[in-house]
Nanobody, 118 residues
Protein backbone atom coordinates (compact mmCIF):
# COMPACT_ATOMS: atom_id res chain seq x y z
CA UNK A 1 0.00 0.00 0.00
CA UNK A 2 1.31 3.43 -0.97
CA UNK A 3 0.14 6.52 0.86
CA UNK A 4 0.52 10.15 -0.17
CA UNK A 5 -0.35 12.78 2.42
CA UNK A 6 -0.98 16.42 1.54
CA UNK A 7 -2.71 19.56 2.74
CA UNK A 8 -0.41 20.84 5.46
CA UNK A 9 0.49 24.48 5.81
CA UNK A 10 0.82 27.50 8.05
CA UNK A 11 -2.37 28.73 9.72
CA UNK A 12 -3.35 30.85 12.69
CA UNK A 13 -4.86 29.60 15.90
CA UNK A 14 -8.58 29.00 15.45
CA UNK A 15 -8.29 28.30 11.73
CA UNK A 16 -9.19 25.09 9.92
CA UNK A 17 -7.23 22.83 7.62
CA UNK A 18 -8.00 19.60 5.79
CA UNK A 19 -5.39 16.94 5.23
CA UNK A 20 -5.72 14.30 2.53
CA UNK A 21 -4.20 10.86 2.24
CA UNK A 22 -4.40 9.23 -1.19
CA UNK A 23 -4.00 5.47 -1.07
CA UNK A 24 -3.05 3.05 -3.83
CA UNK A 25 -1.88 -0.49 -4.32
CA UNK A 26 -4.20 -2.37 -2.00
CA UNK A 27 -7.64 -3.75 -1.29
CA UNK A 28 -8.71 -0.98 1.01
CA UNK A 29 -11.93 -2.52 2.17
CA UNK A 30 -9.81 -4.68 4.45
CA UNK A 31 -7.77 -1.83 5.91
CA UNK A 32 -7.90 0.50 8.85
CA UNK A 33 -6.49 3.96 8.22
CA UNK A 34 -4.96 6.24 10.78
CA UNK A 35 -3.53 9.71 11.23
CA UNK A 36 -0.60 10.26 13.53
CA UNK A 37 1.48 13.31 14.32
CA UNK A 38 4.92 14.12 15.63
CA UNK A 39 5.69 17.47 17.17
CA UNK A 40 9.28 18.76 17.41
CA UNK A 41 11.13 16.94 20.16
CA UNK A 42 8.23 14.61 20.91
CA UNK A 43 7.27 11.06 20.11
CA UNK A 44 4.80 10.29 17.36
CA UNK A 45 1.26 10.08 18.70
CA UNK A 46 -2.05 8.73 17.51
CA UNK A 47 -4.60 11.25 16.25
CA UNK A 48 -7.50 9.44 14.61
CA UNK A 49 -8.49 6.21 12.91
CA UNK A 50 -11.20 4.98 10.55
CA UNK A 51 -12.21 1.57 9.30
CA UNK A 52 -12.39 1.61 5.55
CA UNK A 53 -15.21 -0.93 5.43
CA UNK A 54 -17.43 0.15 8.33
CA UNK A 55 -16.50 3.81 8.66
CA UNK A 56 -16.08 3.40 12.40
CA UNK A 57 -13.87 6.14 13.81
CA UNK A 58 -11.74 6.77 16.87
CA UNK A 59 -9.93 9.85 18.16
CA UNK A 60 -7.30 10.91 20.63
CA UNK A 61 -8.77 12.86 23.52
CA UNK A 62 -6.69 15.90 22.54
CA UNK A 63 -8.49 16.27 19.19
CA UNK A 64 -11.94 14.90 19.97
CA UNK A 65 -14.62 17.40 18.98
CA UNK A 66 -12.20 19.40 16.81
CA UNK A 67 -10.92 16.91 14.24
CA UNK A 68 -12.95 14.65 11.96
CA UNK A 69 -11.60 11.71 9.99
CA UNK A 70 -13.50 10.54 6.91
CA UNK A 71 -12.99 8.55 3.76
CA UNK A 72 -14.03 8.70 0.12
CA UNK A 73 -14.19 5.17 -1.21
CA UNK A 74 -14.43 6.26 -4.84
CA UNK A 75 -11.24 8.30 -4.55
CA UNK A 76 -9.36 5.93 -2.22
CA UNK A 77 -8.69 8.95 -0.05
CA UNK A 78 -8.87 9.55 3.68
CA UNK A 79 -9.28 13.04 5.08
CA UNK A 80 -8.57 14.72 8.38
CA UNK A 81 -10.63 17.85 8.87
CA UNK A 82 -9.01 19.95 11.58
CA UNK A 83 -10.98 22.78 13.13
CA UNK A 84 -10.20 25.19 15.95
CA UNK A 85 -6.50 24.58 15.51
CA UNK A 86 -4.18 25.40 18.38
CA UNK A 87 -0.43 26.02 18.50
CA UNK A 88 0.04 22.65 20.20
CA UNK A 89 -1.40 20.98 17.09
CA UNK A 90 1.80 21.96 15.29
CA UNK A 91 3.41 18.76 14.02
CA UNK A 92 4.22 16.65 11.03
CA UNK A 93 1.10 14.63 10.29
CA UNK A 94 1.37 11.13 8.89
CA UNK A 95 -1.26 8.86 7.45
CA UNK A 96 -0.87 5.13 7.93
CA UNK A 97 -2.61 1.89 7.05
CA UNK A 98 -2.90 -1.53 8.62
CA UNK A 99 -4.80 -4.65 7.74
CA UNK A 100 -7.96 -4.99 9.82
CA UNK A 101 -6.59 -8.25 11.20
CA UNK A 102 -3.34 -6.62 12.31
CA UNK A 103 -2.62 -4.54 15.39
CA UNK A 104 0.23 -2.53 13.91
CA UNK A 105 0.40 0.01 11.12
CA UNK A 106 2.86 -1.11 8.47
CA UNK A 107 2.33 1.39 5.64
CA UNK A 108 3.15 5.06 6.17
CA UNK A 109 2.91 8.18 4.08
CA UNK A 110 5.67 10.76 3.89
CA UNK A 111 4.13 13.29 6.31
CA UNK A 112 2.82 16.79 5.86
CA UNK A 113 3.75 19.71 8.11
CA UNK A 114 1.07 21.66 9.94
CA UNK A 115 2.18 24.82 11.71
CA UNK A 116 -0.28 26.76 13.87
CA UNK A 117 0.77 30.22 14.94
CA UNK A 118 -0.64 31.97 17.99
Amino acid sequence: VQLQASGGGLVQAGDSLRLSCAASGGTFGRYVMGWFRQAPGKDREFVATISWSSGRTGYADSVKGRFTISRDNAKNTVYLQMNSLRPDDTAVYYCAARAASSSSYDSWGQGTLVTVSS
